[in-house]
Protein backbone atom coordinates (compact mmCIF):
# COMPACT_ATOMS: atom_id res chain seq x y z
CA UNK A 1 0.00 0.00 0.00
CA UNK A 2 1.32 3.42 -0.99
CA UNK A 3 0.63 6.17 1.21
CA UNK A 4 -0.51 9.57 -0.07
CA UNK A 5 2.38 11.92 1.38
CA UNK A 6 0.75 15.61 1.95
CA UNK A 7 4.04 17.94 2.79
CA UNK A 8 2.63 20.96 2.64
CA UNK A 9 0.35 23.48 4.68
CA UNK A 10 -2.83 22.82 3.95
CA UNK A 11 -3.58 26.91 4.31
CA UNK A 12 -0.55 28.15 3.10
CA UNK A 13 0.78 25.55 0.65
CA UNK A 14 4.38 25.96 2.01
CA UNK A 15 6.94 22.80 2.41
CA UNK A 16 8.05 24.20 6.32
CA UNK A 17 5.67 21.37 8.09
CA UNK A 18 7.25 21.09 11.92
CA UNK A 19 6.84 16.88 12.96
CA UNK A 20 5.21 17.01 16.07
CA UNK A 21 4.24 13.55 17.16
CA UNK A 22 4.05 10.06 15.91
CA UNK A 23 2.21 7.02 16.73
CA UNK A 24 3.23 3.72 15.28
CA UNK A 25 1.83 0.94 13.42
CA UNK A 26 -1.80 2.45 14.28
CA UNK A 27 -4.85 0.30 11.88
CA UNK A 28 -6.18 2.05 9.15
CA UNK A 29 -9.35 1.15 9.27
CA UNK A 30 -12.17 2.59 12.35
CA UNK A 31 -15.26 0.02 11.74
CA UNK A 32 -15.82 -3.64 12.64
CA UNK A 33 -15.08 -6.62 10.38
CA UNK A 34 -15.31 -10.42 9.43
CA UNK A 35 -12.15 -10.78 8.23
CA UNK A 36 -8.74 -12.50 10.25
CA UNK A 37 -6.91 -10.33 12.22
CA UNK A 38 -3.40 -11.04 10.65
CA UNK A 39 -5.11 -9.05 7.29
CA UNK A 40 -5.39 -5.80 9.06
CA UNK A 41 -2.99 -2.95 7.84
CA UNK A 42 -1.43 -0.76 10.07
CA UNK A 43 0.71 2.15 9.25
CA UNK A 44 2.50 4.89 11.16
CA UNK A 45 0.35 8.32 11.70
CA UNK A 46 2.55 11.39 11.62
CA UNK A 47 1.52 14.69 12.42
CA UNK A 48 3.34 17.68 11.41
CA UNK A 49 2.36 21.73 12.67
CA UNK A 50 2.45 24.58 10.09
CA UNK A 51 4.26 27.09 11.93
CA UNK A 52 3.34 30.38 10.30
CA UNK A 53 -0.62 28.91 10.81
CA UNK A 54 -0.78 26.90 12.92
CA UNK A 55 -2.50 23.79 11.48
CA UNK A 56 -2.00 20.21 13.06
CA UNK A 57 -1.96 17.88 9.88
CA UNK A 58 -0.99 14.30 8.92
CA UNK A 59 1.66 14.05 6.22
CA UNK A 60 1.04 10.91 4.78
CA UNK A 61 -2.38 9.82 4.39
CA UNK A 62 -4.12 6.52 3.91
CA UNK A 63 -5.70 5.78 0.18
CA UNK A 64 -9.38 6.86 0.49
CA UNK A 65 -10.09 2.96 -0.73
CA UNK A 66 -9.11 1.77 2.39
CA UNK A 67 -9.59 3.93 4.77
CA UNK A 68 -13.20 3.79 3.89
CA UNK A 69 -13.51 0.96 2.49
CA UNK A 70 -17.22 -0.12 4.45
CA UNK A 71 -19.06 2.27 6.50
CA UNK A 72 -18.91 2.63 10.20
CA UNK A 73 -20.97 5.58 11.40
CA UNK A 74 -24.59 4.90 11.17
CA UNK A 75 -26.14 7.39 13.94
CA UNK A 76 -27.22 5.23 16.31
CA UNK A 77 -27.92 6.73 19.55
CA UNK A 78 -30.37 9.59 21.15
CA UNK A 79 -27.24 11.99 20.71
CA UNK A 80 -26.87 11.43 17.30
CA UNK A 81 -30.43 11.09 16.86
CA UNK A 82 -31.46 14.29 18.20
CA UNK A 83 -28.18 15.98 16.38
CA UNK A 84 -29.67 15.36 13.08
CA UNK A 85 -33.27 16.51 13.64
CA UNK A 86 -31.79 19.40 15.23
CA UNK A 87 -29.59 20.46 11.56
CA UNK A 88 -32.34 18.88 9.24
CA UNK A 89 -34.76 21.41 11.18
CA UNK A 90 -31.68 23.86 10.54
CA UNK A 91 -32.16 23.83 6.97
CA UNK A 92 -36.13 23.15 6.32
CA UNK A 93 -35.79 26.96 7.70
CA UNK A 94 -34.20 28.08 4.25
CA UNK A 95 -37.08 26.33 2.50
CA UNK A 96 -35.02 24.52 0.17
CA UNK A 97 -36.56 22.69 -2.82
CA UNK A 98 -33.37 20.50 -4.56
CA UNK A 99 -30.52 19.81 -2.14
CA UNK A 100 -27.41 17.73 -2.35
CA UNK A 101 -25.82 16.27 0.47
CA UNK A 102 -21.98 15.42 0.20
CA UNK A 103 -21.13 12.76 2.65
CA UNK A 104 -25.11 11.37 3.58
CA UNK A 105 -24.11 8.25 4.93
CA UNK A 106 -27.57 6.40 6.23
CA UNK A 107 -29.37 9.23 4.99
CA UNK A 108 -30.63 10.35 8.76
CA UNK A 109 -30.52 13.75 7.48
CA UNK A 110 -32.44 13.02 4.68
CA UNK A 111 -35.25 11.39 5.87
CA UNK A 112 -35.56 14.13 9.09
CA UNK A 113 -35.92 16.85 6.28
CA UNK A 114 -38.60 14.95 3.83
CA UNK A 115 -40.60 14.57 6.81
CA UNK A 116 -41.53 17.58 6.92
CA UNK A 117 -40.34 18.76 3.27
CA UNK A 118 -42.49 16.68 1.18
CA UNK A 119 -42.62 18.76 -1.87
CA UNK A 120 -38.64 18.52 -2.26
CA UNK A 121 -36.15 16.23 -3.02
CA UNK A 122 -33.00 15.24 -1.57
CA UNK A 123 -30.01 13.86 -3.27
CA UNK A 124 -27.25 11.95 -1.34
CA UNK A 125 -23.58 11.53 -2.45
CA UNK A 126 -21.87 8.99 -0.84
CA UNK A 127 -19.16 6.38 -1.04
CA UNK A 128 -20.87 3.89 1.39
CA UNK A 129 -24.50 4.91 1.37
CA UNK A 130 -26.73 3.03 3.63
CA UNK A 131 -29.79 4.48 2.51
CA UNK A 132 -31.57 2.85 -0.26
CA UNK A 133 -33.29 5.75 -1.74
CA UNK A 134 -36.96 6.53 -2.21
CA UNK A 135 -38.89 9.00 -4.33
CA UNK A 136 -38.46 11.90 -2.32
CA UNK A 137 -34.45 10.85 -1.66
CA UNK A 138 -31.72 9.69 -4.68
CA UNK A 139 -28.70 8.28 -3.95
CA UNK A 140 -25.14 8.86 -5.74
CA UNK A 141 -22.33 5.90 -5.28
CA UNK A 142 -19.36 8.58 -5.11
CA UNK A 143 -17.42 11.12 -3.83
CA UNK A 144 -17.68 14.51 -4.66
CA UNK A 145 -15.13 16.60 -6.14
CA UNK A 146 -13.66 18.89 -9.00
CA UNK A 147 -15.39 16.92 -11.25
CA UNK A 148 -18.59 16.06 -10.23
CA UNK A 149 -21.46 16.40 -12.69
CA UNK A 150 -25.00 15.79 -12.88
CA UNK A 151 -28.19 17.03 -15.24
CA UNK A 152 -30.14 18.12 -11.84
CA UNK A 153 -29.94 21.72 -10.22
CA UNK A 154 -29.92 22.36 -7.07
CA UNK A 155 -30.63 25.55 -4.59
CA UNK A 156 -28.77 24.18 -1.82
CA UNK A 157 -25.56 21.75 -0.99
CA UNK A 158 -25.83 20.39 2.30
CA UNK A 159 -23.39 18.06 4.45
CA UNK A 160 -22.83 17.18 8.03
CA UNK A 161 -19.40 16.21 9.73
CA UNK A 162 -17.56 15.85 5.99
CA UNK A 163 -14.98 18.46 5.57
CA UNK A 164 -13.05 17.62 8.54
CA UNK A 165 -12.07 14.05 5.86
CA UNK A 166 -10.98 15.69 2.80
CA UNK A 167 -7.76 15.26 2.33
CA UNK A 168 -7.50 18.74 0.63
CA UNK A 169 -9.57 21.25 2.53
CA UNK A 170 -9.32 24.04 -0.30
CA UNK A 171 -10.38 21.78 -3.34
CA UNK A 172 -12.88 20.29 -1.53
CA UNK A 173 -14.02 24.07 -0.90
CA UNK A 174 -13.24 25.11 -4.10
CA UNK A 175 -15.32 22.47 -5.76
CA UNK A 176 -18.49 22.86 -3.96
CA UNK A 177 -17.98 27.36 -5.10
CA UNK A 178 -17.72 26.58 -8.22
CA UNK A 179 -20.22 24.17 -8.63
CA UNK A 180 -22.72 26.72 -6.76
CA UNK A 181 -24.32 29.67 -8.34
CA UNK A 182 -24.37 32.92 -7.18
CA UNK A 183 -27.15 33.17 -4.67
CA UNK A 184 -26.85 29.97 -3.94
CA UNK A 185 -26.71 28.39 -0.25
CA UNK A 186 -23.98 25.74 1.02
CA UNK A 187 -25.55 25.10 4.85
CA UNK A 188 -23.14 22.73 7.30
CA UNK A 189 -22.67 21.01 10.18
CA UNK A 190 -19.20 21.26 11.92
CA UNK A 191 -17.15 19.46 14.48
CA UNK A 192 -16.32 22.16 16.92
CA UNK A 193 -12.57 20.47 16.94
CA UNK A 194 -10.89 23.15 19.47
CA UNK A 195 -13.33 21.76 22.57
CA UNK A 196 -13.35 18.62 20.90
CA UNK A 197 -9.62 18.14 21.56
CA UNK A 198 -9.83 20.40 24.99
CA UNK A 199 -12.44 17.78 26.17
CA UNK A 200 -9.90 15.28 25.33
CA UNK A 201 -12.60 13.41 22.65
CA UNK A 202 -11.01 10.87 21.37
CA UNK A 203 -12.37 11.15 17.58
CA UNK A 204 -10.82 14.52 16.77
CA UNK A 205 -7.82 13.32 14.57
CA UNK A 206 -6.88 10.76 13.17
CA UNK A 207 -6.50 8.81 9.61
CA UNK A 208 -10.41 10.06 8.91
CA UNK A 209 -9.86 13.93 10.45
CA UNK A 210 -6.40 14.51 8.80
CA UNK A 211 -6.14 17.96 10.37
CA UNK A 212 -6.76 20.35 13.29
CA UNK A 213 -9.10 22.65 10.60
CA UNK A 214 -10.85 24.49 13.34
CA UNK A 215 -13.91 26.91 12.70
CA UNK A 216 -11.11 29.98 13.04
CA UNK A 217 -9.81 28.35 9.61
CA UNK A 218 -13.20 27.09 8.20
CA UNK A 219 -14.32 30.29 8.38
CA UNK A 220 -10.78 32.12 6.69
CA UNK A 221 -11.12 29.62 4.01
CA UNK A 222 -15.31 30.54 3.32
CA UNK A 223 -13.96 34.02 2.52
CA UNK A 224 -11.49 33.16 0.38
CA UNK A 225 -13.72 31.12 -1.32
CA UNK A 226 -16.35 33.38 -1.84
CA UNK A 227 -18.85 32.52 1.22
CA UNK A 228 -21.03 34.86 2.90
CA UNK A 229 -21.35 33.74 6.51
CA UNK A 230 -24.86 34.54 6.66
CA UNK A 231 -25.37 32.60 10.14
CA UNK A 232 -22.56 30.38 12.48
CA UNK A 233 -23.92 29.51 16.19
CA UNK A 234 -23.00 26.28 18.19
CA UNK A 235 -24.80 23.51 19.04
CA UNK A 236 -24.14 22.56 22.26
CA UNK A 237 -20.73 21.71 22.85
CA UNK A 238 -20.62 19.04 19.53
CA UNK A 239 -20.69 21.21 16.45
CA UNK A 240 -20.96 24.72 14.56
CA UNK A 241 -23.74 25.04 12.11
CA UNK A 242 -23.26 27.60 9.41
CA UNK A 243 -25.27 28.96 6.54
CA UNK A 244 -23.10 30.69 3.99
CA UNK A 245 -24.72 32.43 0.63
CA UNK A 246 -22.18 32.19 -2.78
CA UNK A 247 -21.26 35.49 -3.84
CA UNK A 248 -19.65 36.69 -7.55
CA UNK A 249 -16.48 37.34 -6.02
CA UNK A 250 -14.47 36.31 -2.34
CA UNK A 251 -15.21 38.37 0.49
CA UNK A 252 -12.81 40.92 2.18
CA UNK A 253 -9.65 39.16 2.88
CA UNK A 254 -9.73 37.91 6.82
CA UNK A 255 -5.98 38.53 8.37
CA UNK A 256 -5.25 35.25 9.80
CA UNK A 257 -3.38 34.82 12.42
CA UNK A 258 -1.18 31.93 13.55
CA UNK A 259 -2.66 29.79 16.35
CA UNK A 260 1.19 28.09 15.99
CA UNK A 261 1.66 28.38 20.24
CA UNK A 262 -2.13 28.02 20.85
CA UNK A 263 -2.82 24.39 18.94
CA UNK A 264 0.52 23.10 20.02
CA UNK A 265 -0.37 23.40 23.49
CA UNK A 266 -3.67 21.71 22.66
CA UNK A 267 -2.20 19.09 20.94
CA UNK A 268 0.54 18.14 22.87
CA UNK A 269 -1.86 18.31 26.57
CA UNK A 270 -3.99 15.71 24.38
CA UNK A 271 -0.96 13.49 23.91
CA UNK A 272 0.17 13.73 27.28
CA UNK A 273 -3.51 13.61 29.16
CA UNK A 274 -4.16 9.57 27.14
CA UNK A 275 -0.38 8.71 28.54
CA UNK A 276 -1.30 9.46 32.24
CA UNK A 277 -4.85 8.20 31.59
CA UNK A 278 -3.58 4.57 30.50
CA UNK A 279 -1.74 4.30 33.52
CA UNK A 280 -4.68 4.95 36.06
CA UNK A 281 -6.97 2.59 33.69
CA UNK A 282 -4.48 -0.09 33.72
CA UNK A 283 -4.40 0.34 37.66
CA UNK A 284 -8.07 0.66 38.18
CA UNK A 285 -8.09 -2.96 35.86
CA UNK A 286 -6.09 -5.03 38.45
CA UNK A 287 -9.05 -5.59 40.66
CA UNK A 288 -11.88 -6.29 38.24
CA UNK A 289 -12.49 -10.16 36.73
CA UNK A 290 -13.66 -8.79 33.50
CA UNK A 291 -13.59 -5.48 31.72
CA UNK A 292 -15.20 -4.11 28.58
CA UNK A 293 -14.33 -0.99 26.44
CA UNK A 294 -16.94 1.23 25.01
CA UNK A 295 -17.36 2.05 21.24
CA UNK A 296 -16.18 -0.70 18.34
CA UNK A 297 -14.36 2.52 16.49
CA UNK A 298 -11.57 4.77 17.23
CA UNK A 299 -12.37 5.29 20.93
CA UNK A 300 -11.13 1.92 21.73
CA UNK A 301 -8.49 1.41 19.11
CA UNK A 302 -6.88 5.11 20.27
CA UNK A 303 -6.41 3.59 23.61
CA UNK A 304 -5.46 0.07 22.89
CA UNK A 305 -2.72 1.71 20.86
CA UNK A 306 -1.84 3.79 23.12
CA UNK A 307 -1.11 1.27 25.86
CA UNK A 308 -4.21 0.18 27.41
CA UNK A 309 -3.79 -3.14 29.16
CA UNK A 310 -5.63 -5.65 27.16
CA UNK A 311 -4.95 -8.99 29.27
CA UNK A 312 -8.34 -8.49 31.01
CA UNK A 313 -10.51 -6.80 28.05
CA UNK A 314 -12.94 -9.14 27.30
CA UNK A 315 -14.39 -7.58 24.68
CA UNK A 316 -16.10 -4.53 22.85
CA UNK A 317 -19.56 -2.63 23.81
CA UNK A 318 -21.28 -0.60 20.73
CA UNK A 319 -25.00 -0.13 20.24
CA UNK A 320 -24.63 -0.38 16.78
CA UNK A 321 -26.52 -3.23 14.87
CA UNK A 322 -23.68 -2.71 11.96
CA UNK A 323 -21.29 -3.75 14.94
CA UNK A 324 -22.55 -6.54 16.44
CA UNK A 325 -21.19 -9.60 16.36
CA UNK A 326 -17.54 -7.99 14.35
CA UNK A 327 -14.21 -7.95 15.42
CA UNK A 328 -13.31 -4.15 15.53
CA UNK A 329 -10.54 -3.47 12.90
CA UNK A 330 -7.01 -3.78 14.39
CA UNK A 331 -7.76 -5.47 17.84
CA UNK A 332 -8.97 -9.02 18.83
CA UNK A 333 -11.93 -8.40 20.21
CA UNK A 334 -15.45 -9.00 19.25
CA UNK A 335 -18.32 -6.18 19.75
CA UNK A 336 -20.83 -7.07 21.82
CA UNK A 337 -24.46 -4.84 22.81
CA UNK A 338 -24.36 -3.63 25.92
CA UNK A 339 -26.80 -5.87 27.23
CA UNK A 340 -23.86 -9.20 27.86
CA UNK A 341 -22.66 -6.64 30.85
CA UNK A 342 -25.95 -7.44 32.66
CA UNK A 343 -26.05 -9.35 35.90
CA UNK A 344 -22.14 -9.96 35.77
CA UNK A 345 -20.05 -9.13 39.32
CA UNK A 346 -17.00 -6.94 40.05
CA UNK A 347 -16.77 -5.86 35.84
CA UNK A 348 -15.63 -2.31 34.44
CA UNK A 349 -16.30 -1.12 31.35
CA UNK A 350 -13.73 1.86 30.17
CA UNK A 351 -16.23 4.75 29.21
CA UNK A 352 -14.23 7.74 27.08
CA UNK A 353 -16.48 8.21 24.45
CA UNK A 354 -17.16 12.49 24.47
CA UNK A 355 -19.82 14.14 24.02
CA UNK A 356 -21.94 10.55 24.21
CA UNK A 357 -20.81 10.06 27.80
CA UNK A 358 -24.31 10.47 29.76
CA UNK A 359 -26.42 8.82 27.70
CA UNK A 360 -24.18 5.98 27.86
CA UNK A 361 -23.04 6.23 31.34
CA UNK A 362 -26.88 5.91 32.23
CA UNK A 363 -27.61 3.04 29.73
CA UNK A 364 -25.06 1.12 31.81
CA UNK A 365 -26.08 1.57 35.13
CA UNK A 366 -29.43 0.61 33.90
CA UNK A 367 -28.40 -2.79 32.53
CA UNK A 368 -26.17 -2.88 35.39
CA UNK A 369 -25.57 -0.91 38.52
CA UNK A 370 -22.79 -2.77 39.92
CA UNK A 371 -20.50 -1.96 36.95
CA UNK A 372 -17.43 -0.17 37.74
CA UNK A 373 -16.89 2.75 35.27
CA UNK A 374 -13.47 3.36 34.00
CA UNK A 375 -12.80 7.14 32.71
Known sequence: MKLIERNKSIITGKENLEPLYQYKNFPVFF?????????????????????????????????????YQAQHMDGTGSTWQTFYQV???????????????????????????????????????????????????????????KN???????????????????YDPREFIESIASYLKEGDKLVFAYPNLTLWMANKNLSSLNFEHTMLLTDYFVDYLLAE?????????????????????????PQKAVQLESKYTEYKKLFMDFVEYYKDLITLLSSQMDSLDEVYVFGGHIFSQYLFEVGLDKTKVVGILDNSPIKEGKRLYGTPFTVYKPEVIRGKKNIGVVLKVGAYREEILQQLLTINPDVTILE
Open 225 to 249: YGFRIIDKHAYKDHSFFYTTEKTAT
Open 31 to 67: GCVDTDPKEDIRVDMNWAICPESGIIQLTELVPPDLL
Open 87 to 145: FADYVTAHKPKNVLEIGGGQGAIAEKFIEKNQDSHWTIIEPNPLHAGNDHISIMKGFFD
Open 148 to 166: FKSEDSYDMVVFSHTWEHA
